[in-house]
């Protein structure tokens, strides 16, 4: 009750929601139960528990915004450190949302063009979500920016108390994608982002706000401090933030060349789908100006590996070295693990180099008829 009152609902509005649903009614008073529905004294309606039996609700397919990565209907995290393009990237999945086209590797994207909402909080409008939205190809009238909030004491940034004025900018454009970028300038002053109980108790009736219209809601944030921890604790605030979503991916550079221009977005969770692989984009300047992303393919990088702390050039040429000898050795279908480690000492590469370049191409291991262990290539034929 406390959850729909503070998104905007009233009491009256709630009874009336109640009232319409077939409930479970309550033992009669006087029975060790509470009071039958209008039975109570002083109230002509006494709110209770709603009881619902799996069986009698219809079976659901999970419905994607970007299958395997963005659920429609959910929420996902984003994780990241400033400056690698995540509300670039969201700006590219507003623009592909507002023309119904394709997502970065290929798949369909939805059924026909819907709307995006942003809370941006990091960009200004003109000078940069417009020139982002265009370089993109966006159709500008199916985004909304939820800039500022109205209140009676005067104007202020919005916050996820806000959801009931969040909710009309959804409905005026039919928005299908909601970007809360970063999630803590929009934290109500009340929030402590490294409480749990906080966290869970805000993101609830944004999930909610995500179930019931149908858009999937998109939380940036940026990374904590805690290098070398896996990629699921490494966004900032509660682990409850990352809990609470159905979907986590993270961003980080290329492992291999942490200066260069490529980055990697890999997912951290997801408790729709099986693991999606991972995708590298670079950022280049469009002919006005803004940056825009442009998607390379999958990647063999997961998001554990691209949380690692940096190694130095001397290891990074190592681990290349090894992640060659394999593509090399298992190019044309498994081999005996025996024999790999064999081949790989005899070129002057440890077996943690090796098991590290085995992990990075994700490679699997399999046994063979005589009960040998082999490995392949994620992608190669088995022998």
Request: net charge negative; charged share 20%.
């Amino acid at each position: 009750m406390t959850d729909w009152l503070n998104a905007g609902g009233s009491h009256d509005a709630l009874a009336a929601l109640v009232a319409a649903e077939t409930c479970w009614d309550a033992p009669p008073g006087g029975q060790g139960g509470h009071p039958q529905w209008g039975d109570h004294p002083d109230h002509p309606l006494v709110i209770g528990g709603r009881f619902v039996c799996p069986g009698d609700v219809a079976a659901e397919d999970v419905r994607w915004l970007w299958r395997g990565y963005i659920p429609l209907g959910k929420l996902t995290v984003v994780d990241g450190d400033p400056g690698l393009g995540k509300s670039m990237m969201m700006t590219d999945l507003a623009a592909r949302v507002s023309t119904g086209a394709a997502m970065p590797d290929g798949s369909p994207g939805l059924d026909a063009p819907a709307g995006t909402l942003l809370l941006s909080a990091e960009d200004g409008i003109g000078d940069t979500i417009r020139p982002r939205l265009e370089a993109a190809g966006a159709v500008m009238e199916r985004t909304l920016v939820f800039d500022r909030f109205v209140a009676v004491d005067g104007e202020r940034l919005p916050t996820l108390d806000d959801l009931a004025a969040m909710e009309e900018g959804i409905a005026a454009v039919g928005a299908r994608l909601v970007v809360i970028d970063p999630l803590m300038a929009f934290l109500p002053p009340h929030v402590n982002a490294y409480r749990d109980q906080d966290v869970r108790r805000i993101l609830a009736p944004l999930g909610k706000l995500a179930e019931r219209t149908g858009a999937a809601i998109v939380i940036v944030r940026h990374p904590n401090k805690m290098v070398g921890m896996s990629a699921l604790h490494r966004g900032g605030g509660s682990i409850g933030i990352i809990g609470a979503a159905r979907s986590g991916l993270f961003v980080a550079p290329d492992p291999h060349d942490p200066e260069g221009p490529r980055r990697v977005l890999a997912v951290v969770k997801n408790n729709l789908a099986p693991p999606a692989p991972s995708f590298a984009y670079h950022i280049e300047t469009a002919t006005n100006g803004a940056g825009r992303i442009i998607w390379e393919g999958i990647v063999s990088f997961t998001a554990n590996q691209l949380a690692a702390p940096p190694a130095d050039g001397e290891e990074r040429s190592a681990l290349m070295e090894a992640m060659d000898f394999l593509r090399d050795a298992l190019a044309g279908g498994s081999q005996p693990v025996v024999a790999m480690k064999q081949g790989a000492k005899a070129a002057g590469i440890s077996e943690t180099t090796l098991k590290r370049a085995w992990r990075g191409l994700r490679c699997t291991t399999t046994k063979d008829g005589e009960g040998a262990y082999r490995w392949q290539l994620a992608d190669a034929p088995a022998a």
